[in-house]
């Protein structure tokens, strides 16, 4: 089992910036891969952003690629998702996945665990 706690989720104007954290505790972390998801209301759940477990490969969202950056510590047990130059658009609950496959993916239907997500809100 591996246990996900998002946090720094808050209120921004646009152009702002946050940095949200999913801690982790459990399993060796870095046999995971994490992604971060977004779901605004009315909205299905939304990929955004994803780092393999050592950190060597990363993607993300054609809408966030250069505003937005994921990293991990594995000493921490702890990976980060640095957003820059927020928009409105980009208001939803942020939540962070972690998924044990080798094979990386967007699906969240592939990730095994779940945060219970921190919300992001954009004021314009």
């Known amino acids: 089992q591996v246990q996900l706690v998002e946090s720094g989720g808050g209120l921004v104007q646009t152009g702002g910036s946050l940095r949200l954290s999913c801690a982790a505790s459990?399993?060796?972390?870095?046999?995971?891969?994490v992604g971060w998801f977004r779901q605004a209301p009315g909205k299905e759940r939304e990929f955004v952003a994803l780092?393999?477990?050592?950190?060597?490969?990363?993607y993300y969202i054609n809408s966030v690629k250069g505003r937005f950056t994921i990293s991990r510590d594995n000493a921490k047990n702890t990976v980060y998702l640095q957003m820059n130059s927020l928009k409105p658009e980009d208001t939803a609950v942020y939540y962070c996945?972690?998924?044990?496959?080798?094979?990386?993916?967007?699906?969240?239907?592939?990730?095994?665990?779940w945060g219970q997500g921190t919300q992001v809100t954009v004021s314009s």
């Open positions: 459990g399993r060796t972390f870095s046999n995971y891969a």
């Open positions: 780092i393999s477990g050592f950190g060597r490969n990363t």
């Open positions: 996945a972690a998924d044990s496959s080798v094979v990386l993916s967007r699906d969240p239907l592939r990730y095994d665990y």
